[in-house]
């Protein structure tokens, strides 16, 4: 039986592993090491990169740099060569998308469900009391929608906006006429990527009210959080 020989980093790093696709996301296995599910905006850029190139002749290296590409997955119980890994947002969609194809979540290493179910609704999970005095409070933000990456650095979402992340200082918020710059300070927040946003330098192309700034920041919040970056305001 003749040897496998990878011809492009994907089958090195896969080890000829099949990889089965869905209509919003792909389980890859991993030859004698498991399985990952990863959302299709995540995977097909990377894997596109990594069939366009040649391997290295170490299947370990050609799977870390697969693998580092992959900022949101979850692996199969038994996986060996990566953690399950991003957002709590992002990884509830997933879950969702995984649950809808009929898929036993039970066999994948997600978060638990309450975490997941809170980080997609913050307000589940309220006793009646708590409820109704959230009811008589300011009104909540309107939901951020859905996000999908234009590239590495930009995401948009369903609600009409981007965020475009300039370098590891600056972001860009883009709402219809809307231009925010975002300027901030890099680190670690609860021991993920993070970005502390300075308030006093946001530049914003008109004059805006308080409740604008809140659903802009809000909405920046969220699509840094689907990049797997907290945010601190």
């Not at 990594?50 to 038994?78: E, Y």
């Not at 194809?101 to 006793?127: I, M, Q, T, Y």
């Not at 927040?189 to 409740?211: M, T, Y």
């Amino acid at each position: 039986m003749p040897l496998f020989a990878p011809k492009t980093v994907l089958q090195a790093a896969q080890g000829g592993a099949q990889t089965k696709r869905f209509r919003d996301f792909v389980i890859a296995h991993f030859e004698g090491e498991g399985a990952i599910a990863v959302p299709n905006a995540i995977w097909l850029p990377a894997a596109a990169w990594a069939n366009s190139r040649q391997p290295s002749g170490n299947r370990m290296r050609d799977r870390g740099m697969l693998l580092q590409r992959l900022d949101v997955l979850v692996t199969r119980r038994g996986t060996t060569v990566v953690s399950t890994s991003g957002g709590m947002i992002p990884l509830a969609r997933l879950r969702n998308a995984m649950r809808s194809e009929g898929l036993d979540l039970k066999e994948w290493n997600f978060p638990p469900d309450s975490v997941l179910d809170k980080a997609l609704d913050p307000g589940s999970g309220k006793k009646d009391g708590e409820q109704e005095a959230a009811d008589g409070a300011e009104p909540q933000q309107p939901s951020p929608g859905t996000f999908t990456r234009v590239d590495a650095h930009c995401v948009r979402s369903s609600v009409g906006f981007e965020v475009l992340i300039v370098d590891q200082y600056t972001a860009h918020y883009v709402e219809g006429e809307l231009r925010l710059v975002i300027h901030g300070v890099p680190g670690t927040i609860g021991g993920r990527p993070g970005f502390k946003v300075k308030i006093d330098a946001l530049v914003a192309s008109a004059p805006l009210s308080a409740e604008e700034r809140g659903r802009a920041l809000a909405n920046f919040s969220a699509a840094m959080e689907f990049q797997n970056v907290s945010v601190m305001l």
